[in-house]
DNA sequence: GCCAACGTTGGC
DNA sequence: GCCAACGTTGGC
């Protein structure tokens, strides 16, 4: 079982449309790291789904429902896609300030890399945020 | 709105 | 193959 972290711009696509829609295909990704991540997923896997420039927090979690196949919207056959489905929000988002803050997650690739827009995360990492979403005092 | 980080492109 | 120029992302 793998973790994953995806951003979205929420003006552009946001937890709550991802909730309304029930399920979404994450076409678009452009860049070959992204894309090598989104060619790891495996259906089952555990995806946190990030808020960036807006916001700028963990909103939810979402689940792997289709592994990686060719990005539809474009004939370019390097690009894939994958379909994820939105599982539960968070008690409370995580924001970019208490992971900043948060030394146990001093690795997390949202930091060190912060243009990536999906990127692996470890497991210990996916339950530190679980936890402090739970958590009204950090 | 600005700028740092970083990926991509293209000239040589 | 190197590197300067340029474009994009995303935090502040």
Known sequence: MNYWLVKSEPFVY??????????SVW?????????NNLQAMKEGDWVLFYHSNEGMEVVGIAQVLKEA???PTTDDPRWV????????????PVTLKQIKADN????????RQSRLSVMPIRPEEFD?????????ST
């Open 69 to 71: 196949y060719p990005d």
């Open 128 to 136: 530190v945020i679980l936890s402090l979403s739970q958590n009204e």
């Open 14 to 23: 946001s937890w709550n449309d991802f909730v309304t829609a029930g399920k």
């Open 27 to 35: 076409d678009g990704v452009r860049n070959y790291q992204a894309r």
């Open 104 to 111: 146990r997650l001093d690795q997390i690739a949202l930091i």
């Open 81 to 92: 896609v994958v379909e994820l489905v939105p599982v539960q929000p968070l008690a409370k």
